[in-house]
């Protein structure tokens, strides 16, 4: 099955950025509707930012013009640019792809990257 990988979260200071990443773990594949999700300790897991498979996106309240997501169909990874960051927005950020397709037959849906730990802290 394919899997998504997600890289790039960690510990960063109040107004700092980080770019989060998610790829795809296989070539040959097609990735439809793209999310960002987040789960801070105690809370319920939140969309923060989508993005369609023609580039329309939307974004969360909370993260508007402060986040930015984005997306490489050539690498099949999607990206989170977070400035401005504040200490809510520390949780565990995941990935998510709606339907992915493989040019072996294969098509998965509902699929999840690992997660990757955000702390925004002084």
């Known amino acids: 099955q394919v899997q998504l990988l997600e890289s790039g979260g960690g510990l960063v200071q109040p107004g700092g950025s980080l770019r989060l990443s998610c790829a795809a773990s296989?070539?040959?594949?097609?990735?439809?509707?793209m999310g960002w999700y987040r789960q801070a300790p105690g809370k319920q897991r939140e969309l923060v930012a989508s993005i369609t498979s023609g580039g329309s996106t939307k974004y969360a309240d909370s993260v508007k013009g402060r986040f930015t997501i984005s997306r490489d169909n050539a690498k099949n990874t999607v990206y989170l640019q977070m400035n401005s960051l504040r200490s809510e927005d520390t949780a565990d950020y995941y990935c998510?792809?709606?339907?992915?397709?493989?040019?072996?037959?294969?098509?998965?849906?509902?699929?999840w990257g690992q997660g990757t730990q955000v702390t925004v802290s002084s």
């Open positions: 998510n792809a709606d339907r992915i397709s493989t040019n072996w037959g294969v098509v998965s849906f509902d699929v």
């Open positions: 296989a070539s040959g594949v097609r990735i439809n509707n």
